[in-house]
């Protein structure tokens, strides 16, 4: 399997733009989930979806951040209108259900966005 | 609220010696994770932990967790350099969100 994919792997725009970047999962994974890290905030849970519905978004900055899931291959964090203080990783992470206890397992991690909005 | 606090932050030793990241978490969960993370790069999962008295070992690595202690550990012994990384460990809270630790910086001098 390919793991995780993410593009674009850089970003660089200016603020005011529309940024989207985009995530597909490792096949057959139930769950999936943003993230951002940045050196001051450390590693942030943005959004999850599980079984391509989105199950808490209390991590979701503002509403300028709105994450989809349309399809079980497929994820999508847009952030419109861009601001210098979004610069930062983004990650994606998918993950396989636990069936036996409940919950899931070990996240498996994308290579990362690095966005930077000038 | 879940707190995940990991310590120290920041560890620079020499290849050769043993140590320990210790990883202390606020409410009760019965599911604690160990990734590490090389700089510029993704997060690599090392360890899940499942139950209290786990231990797992990978290498000179070797991860363990008390659930009454709320306490996991993450060991290295004989440090080499390409253990040079950030250790994150994160717990699963009752809400089905992985809490993150801020991650130990951990540099091993050749």
């Known amino acids: 399997d390919a793991g995780v994919i993410q593009s674009p792997r850089h970003e660089v725009t200016e603020m005011g733009q529309e940024v989207t970047l985009r995530c597909k999962p490792i096949?057959?994974?139930?769950?999936l989930f943003w993230y951002r890290q940045t050196m001051m905030r450390g590693l942030e849970l943005l959004i999850y979806f599980n079984n391509n519905v989105p199950i808490d978004d209390s991590g979701m900055p503002e509403d300028r951040f709105s994450a989809k899931m349309p399809n079980a291959s497929f994820s999508t964090l847009k952030i419109q209108p861009s601001e210098p203080r979004d610069s930062a990783v983004y990650f994606c992470?998918?993950?396989?259900?636990?069936?036996?206890?409940?919950?899931?397992?070990?996240?498996?991690f994308g290579p990362g966005t690095r966005l930077t909005v000038l | 609220e879940l707190k995940v606090e990991q310590n120290p932050l920041f560890l620079s030793m020499q290849e050769g010696k043993n140590y320990t990241i210790y990883c202390n978490y606020s409410?009760?969960?019965?599911?604690l994770y160990w990734y590490r993370q090389d700089p510029g790069k993704s997060l690599e999962s090392l360890f899940v932990?499942?139950?209290?008295?786990a231990v797992k070992q990978e290498g000179r690595l070797m991860a363990s967790l008390d659930t009454k202690a709320r306490l996991s550990t993450l060991h290295i012994t004989a440090a080499v350099h390409d253990l040079s990384a950030t250790y994150f460990c994160a717990v699963l809270n009752r809400d089905d969100k992985i809490i993150f630790g801020k991650g130990t910086r951990l540099h091993i001098l050749p």
């Open positions: 992470a998918s993950s396989l259900a636990e069936w036996t206890t409940g919950g899931y397992n070990e996240q498996f």
């Open positions: 932990l499942l139950s209290n008295g």
């Open positions: 409410t009760t969960s019965d599911r």
């Open positions: 096949s057959g994974h139930d769950y």
